[in-house]
């Protein structure tokens, strides 16, 4: 799953980068530039169709400079490759290098688009994604905090955004071993997707039923996860 997820985004990438327009201004991208990205990306699928990340990432960095020449630093294909960089980082194990590229990027929306936009909102799972992986809950904590009061401005706190970064605090405090507050925070994402009912098969609030069901099990309160399973 995680090769195939990653020769996904280098894909994606590869395409961006080739067929993306150059900019208005120097640097303008080479044939001889063009011809070794095509190389240099072809080199990486193929490291990741056998699993070798760490190779892989070296020439993910390789790719990421020669883009920088190509474009500029601040480009979209430049942006793009140096998110395949933090991924490629995160498959080899180094975390903590892809966090820290995360956390570059982060500051970069900030200052670009101010700390109370869009474009930082959605810069926060990033940060958050490594820290949840290696169990850092303390350190997640203000970056979950942020972006449950950022979505509450941008989107409201009545909407499905909002019930879906509940949903995410949820879990976490589950993990942190906060069984109560896990279920009062499911049980607010849960009365949004109430309040807000979809056309069709409803996937996020039948998800939801299921993990709240299983939770009021593991809790011992049988009629609750009963109640809840019945609404499947």
Known sequence: MRVRASIGLV?????????????KSPPV????????????SQQMTALLAKQAYLAASKISKQILELDIKMY????????????????????AGDYEGAH????????????????DSREVL??????EGFLMMQGRFDDLEPYKQRELALTKKL????????????????????QRGEVASALRTYEQALAIY??????????????????VGCQYLQAGELGKATADFNRL
């Open 11 to 23: 894909a994606l990438w590869v395409t961006v980068a080739v067929a993306a327009p150059p900019p």
């Open 29 to 40: 991208p080479t044939k001889a530039q063009i011809q070794e990205l095509m190389k240099l």
């Open 72 to 91: 500029g630093a601040g480009s979209q294909v430049a942006e793009g490759a140096e998110a395949s960089y933090a991924g490629m980082l995160a498959a």
């Open 100 to 115: 820290q590229i995360y956390m570059r990027r982060l500051a970069a929306e900030e200052a670009a688009h101010g700390p």
């Open 122 to 127: 959605q810069a926060l799972p990033l940060v």
């Open 155 to 174: 989107d409201g706190e009545k909407s499905r955004e909002y019930a879906g970064v509940l949903v995410g605090y949820a879990s976490i405090l589950s």
């Open 194 to 211: 109430d309040a807000t009912p979809q056309s069709g098969y409803d996937y996020a609030l039948n998800g939801l039923l299921l993990t």
